[in-house]
């Protein structure tokens, strides 16, 4: 089991482990008879999650890639209801994307996935990545200086 | 000159227990979770990775820090940390909506209950 929580403690991030890993683990040492086993492993992993999730900022890429497919299914959703509309001919060569045609409101639902169609999906969503990721690292940023701001306040 | 602390409030329970086991004196990650487990009569226990997490994020905000010296009778490996005074401050603001809570609460525990 100690090697169970060294392994844990490894997976934490390096800035975290560097500094802290030998401490906790000698503590894990000390308390696995008063608190047990289970439990410490569950708190190991809770820090895991907190410091991946909530310190090291990967929460915003999380965020971003969930919204991204949350986009990707909305936009999956209207084609298919909405789609029946807008058919079109299928392309003459399967290769060759109509762009033009799927940007005025073309339904490419019908269509045989081809490599254009999987190249305009992933700059769809590396874009919206992009976009979501550096608006929350902004938004992130001034709540921060507002809260420095606010405790620095002289009343 | 008076800091405002209201954006540091309300502390979680484990930055709460945390910075009330270092108000008395520099105590290092073990000594914190022993003395966290005294004060809550064992009621509340804190597990390393829970208080570690919780000592770097309070280590940012700058209301604790590492003791530049430990005692000379202890482990050197060993890291202690101590209450800054913003932490301090901190603490004493946390205490004082605490116990502005229990008032309320005394006073309309104490009030007698309406009929439904």
Known sequence: MRTCYRCLLCLHPPVFRREYAGEMLWIFDQSVASQGVTALLFDGLGSLARQWLLRSGWWKIALALSLAVLQVVLGGFATMIFGHRHLVEPAQDPSVVNMAEFAHGGSIAHQPLTVGIVMYLAVFITGGLTVMVIGLTFWMKSFGARRRHAALRVR | ?116
Do not use: W
């Open chain 2, 1 to 116: 000159m008076t800091e405002d602390y209201t954006p540091f409030l309300p502390l979680s329970p484990a930055a709460l227990h945390i910075l009330l086991s270092l108000a008395g004196e520099d105590r290092h990650g073990y000594g914190i979770m022993q003395e966290i487990a005294r004060q809550s009569e064992g009621q509340y226990k804190l597990g390393p990775g829970t208080l570690y997490d919780n000592l770097q994020k309070l280590m940012t905000q700058g209301l604790v820090e590492a003791s530049p010296t430990p005692p000379a009778h202890d482990d050197p490996r060993r890291r202690y940390f101590r209450l800054t005074s913003f932490g301090c401050g901190v603490l004493s603001a946390e205490v004082a909506r605490l116990e502005s809570v229990v008032r309320e609460a005394k006073v309309h525990l104490r009030a007698p209950r309406r009929a439904t």
